[in-house]
């Protein structure tokens, strides 16, 4: 695939651009879905760690609170509880929509923030203005007739290296070095989620998009990645194990990752540090696994330690599968001025101005774009 340097010109010095590539001759063309299982197994064995096959000596899914608000919306709070030798993680998740006679499209967001102080004041403290409730404004969206759902995913496994082992990696514990991590966990209890709406029927379950930011956005790939029932992806300043390249990335590098996150991946990306350039995937074959389903990446532009140039560069490289598969890649393939969304194609791409985070300017654009593709 030709890649004019004039768009990538922006990347960290001495790093060479043998960047691998999804499709690599005819035969993976012709059976896409044997070369997407391979990609899958290398995100699986280097970086995220593998789901493992489960067995439960019981769980379920239980309603634990129905509120009618006063807006005319219903709210609705749920638990899935997991046991096994004895053993039990829980998973939290909230409904907001509103009653329609057509069944729901809905949405599904990874939220690793919700009931934990410490990382709030931690985003507090990488933004001083974030309003948390704008990374996912549930009410507006539901007053959309979307059906909004958020996942309080560190129910399951909470955001922290040594607390992370309990939960559900208390019941499945990584093995060896593909053994997965809480950000496969978090991946994992997104699926879960889907078969919630799968068993539900004021739902449409054609109409499944997965939302996250940053590190939430990391996770929202990899869970549209595994889960091909989820049908529209919004990855949100999803930097690095996210949306950006690890080739060639300033800001945030894996060095960094492994270290200040070691929770995050499987034991073999540790290996990895300073050895982007030989791993044998990037993270544009990530985005190239969510093809041919919508998928709207967005960028900041004074988010500097995600990347942005990195990220934009993954969804024109992804571009290539998509076409493949009859679909279209970025419309331009052009790095944008601030706030000016690139949305034609099926993959969508803006750099919001401002700092990390996800805002309304994000929303407004993603649902525009989602409305159009998944038609509703
Ligand atoms: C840190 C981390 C990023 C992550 C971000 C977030 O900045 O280094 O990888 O995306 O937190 O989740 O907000």
Not at 192 to 208: A, E, K, L, M, P
Not at 276 to 289: G, N, S, T, V, Y
Request: glycine share 6%.
């Amino acid at each position: 695939m030709m890649i004019s340097c004039k768009t990538f010109c922006t990347g960290r010095k001495g790093s060479h651009m043998s960047v691998p590539s999804i499709i690599r001759n005819e035969s993976d063309l012709r059976d896409w879905p044997s070369r997407r299982r391979e990609i899958l197994s290398l995100f699986e064995d280097y970086e995220y760690g593998k789901t493992p096959d489960m067995e439960f000596d019981k769980s379920g899914c239980v309603c634990l609170e129905h509120l009618e608000l006063t807006s005319g919306q219903i709210k609705e709070s749920y638990g899935f509880y997991f046991i096994k030798n004895k053993k039990t993680a829980n998973l939290r998740f909230d409904l907001i929509y509103r009653k329609s006679e057509r069944k729901l499209p809905t949405i599904i967001h990874v939220d690793p923030f919700g009931k934990n102080p410490a990382l709030i004041a931690y985003m507090k403290k990488l933004n001083p203005k974030a309003q948390l409730d704008e990374m996912f404004p549930m009410y507006s969206l539901a007053n959309k007739d979307i059906a909004t759902i958020n996942v309080d995913v560190s129910s399951l496994a909470p955001d922290d290296p040594v607390k992370s082992n309990f939960g559900m990696l208390e019941l499945y514990p990584p093995q060896g070095s593909n053994g997965w991590c809480a950000l496969g966990v978090w991946a994992w209890a997104m699926s879960r989620v889907v078969d919630f709406i799968y068993s539900d029927n004021r739902f449409d379950t054609s109409r499944i998009i997965i939302a996250g930011c940053s590190r939430a956005g990391k996770t929202a790939l990899w869970a549209a990645a595994q889960d091909e029932r989820i049908t529209g992806v919004f990855a949100s300043v999803s930097g690095c194990c996210g949306s950006a390249m690890h080739r060639g990335k300033t800001g945030e590098r894996i060095v960094s990752i492994i270290k200040e996150f070691p929770h995050w991946s499987c034991q073999k990306f540790k290996e990895y540090g300073e050895r982007e350039d030989e791993l044998p995937f990037d993270q544009h074959m990530l985005l190239a696994l969510i093809a041919p389903r919508p998928l709207y990446i967005t960028s900041a532009s004074e988010d500097d330690w995600a990347c942005p140039p990195k990220e934009f560069e993954s969804c024109v490289r992804a571009g290539e599968i998509y076409r493949a598969l009859g679909k279209t890649g970025l419309s331009s393939e052009t790095f944008p001025e601030t706030n000016s969304p690139i949305i034609d194609g099926d993959i969508a791409y803006h750099l919001r101005k401002g700092p990390h985070g996800c805002k309304a300017y994000d929303w407004e654009n993603v649902i525009s774009f989602m409305r159009k593709k998944l038609c509703f």
